[in-house]
C-alpha cells in the first residue's frame, strides 16, 4: 500500500525553470522529510517540516506542509542543472516508541542546461 | 567525518543462496535502520535497531530476511535462500537517536539475485 503519493513521476525542465513536486497523503504524519537521492547514494535529508502549514526555505527550494498534515510540496526557483536528481518525500508516523518513515516513489528531476 | 558505510557495494548472487550485507553507521549513533529500494520505487521499511535490540522488525517481508546488531555498532542483514524478487538496493541508515532524529544514509548495497 502507498501511502504517500508523489506527482509528476518524471519531470524534464530548462535550466531556469520553475517547478513544483508534491506529496499527498490520506493519512496524517509526526512529521514530513523531503530527501533528494543520486544515483549510486543513499538519500540526503533536505528538510524537515514538524507543523501544519509550516513553510521553509532553503535557498532556491521552498517546503510547505499541507495545514492537516497529510500534504506537502516542493517549489524549485530558478531549476539549475545541479537540481537534477529524485526528490523523495517521507512521512513520519510514530509506532511504539519511534518515528517509522514511509517514502513516496519520488520524483526524478533533471535539468537540461 | 566518516558517515554510514555499506559492504558490498554490489552483490551478484544465484537463486537459493545465502547473503550477508554489512552496514558500519556513523560512531555513536544509537539507532540503526535497514531499508530496502526496488527500481523505481522510494526505500521501504524493513527493521531497526535501539542499540543491540531490534526495537521494530515489523517490515521484514518473510522469515528469509533477519538482521543482526551484537554490539549495538555494526549491524549484518541476513537473506536465506535468495530469490529474484529479493534484487534491489538495500539501505542502512543510522541517528543518535531513535524518534525525529536525523537519518543519515549509506549509499546501499546493490543486490541482484540470478
Known amino acids: 500500500t502507498q501511502l504517500l503519493e508523489q506527482s509528476p513521476q518524471f519531470l524534464s525542465i530548462q535550466e531556469g525553470e520553475n517547478l513544483t513536486v508534491y506529496c499527498n497523503s490520506s493519512?496524517?504524519?509526526?512529521?514530513l522529510q523531503w530527501y533528494r537521492q543520486e544515483p549510486g547514494e543513499g538519500p540526503v535529508l533536505l528538510v524537515t517540516?514538524?507543523?501544519?502549514?509550516e513553510v521553509k526555505k532553503l535557498k532556491r527550494l521552498t517546503f510547505q506542509f499541507g495545514d492537516a498534515r497529510k500534504d506537502s510540496s516542493l517549489h524549485i526557483t530558478a531549476a539549475q542543472p545541479g537540481d537534477t536528481g529524485l526528490y523523495l518525500c517521507?512521512?513520519?508516523?510514530?509506532?511504539?516508541?519511534?518515528?517509522?518513515?514511509?517514502f513516496g516513489k519520488g520524483t526524478k528531476l533533471t535539468v537540461n542546461p | 567525518g566518516a558517515g554510514v558505510s555499506q559492504t558490498p557495494s554490489n552483490k551478484v548472487t544465484e537463486k537459493g543462496k545465502y547473503v550477508e550485507l554489512r552496514c558500519d553507521p556513523i560512531?555513536?549513533?544509537?539507532?540503526l535502520y535497514w531499508y530496502r529500494q526496488s527500481l523505481g520505487q522510494g526505500p521501504e521499511f524493513l527493521i531497526y535497531?535501539?542499540?543491540?535490540?531490534?526495537?521494530?522488525d515489523s517490515g521484514l517481508p518473510n522469515d528469509r530476511f533477519f538482521a543482526v546488531r551484537p554490539e549495538g555498532s555494526v549491524s549484518t542483514l541476513k537473506i536465506q535462500r535468495t530469490e529474484r524478487g529479493d534484487s534491489a538496493v538495500y539501505l542502512c541508515?543510522?541517528?543518535?537517536?531513535?524518534?525525529?532524529?536525523?537519518?543519515?544514509f549509506g549509499p546501499g548495497t546493490r543486490l541482484l539475485v540470478l
Open positions: 541508515a543510522s541517528s543518535t537517536l531513535a524518534g525525529v532524529e536525523t537519518q543519515y
Open positions: 493519512s496524517v504524519f509526526s512529521s
Open positions: 517540516v514538524v507543523t501544519g502549514g
Open positions: 517521507a512521512g513520519g508516523r510514530v509506532e511504539g516508541g519511534s518515528e517509522k518513515l514511509v
Open positions: 560512531s555513536g549513533h544509537t539507532a
Open positions: 535497531f535501539q542499540g543491540t535490540g531490534a526495537a521494530d
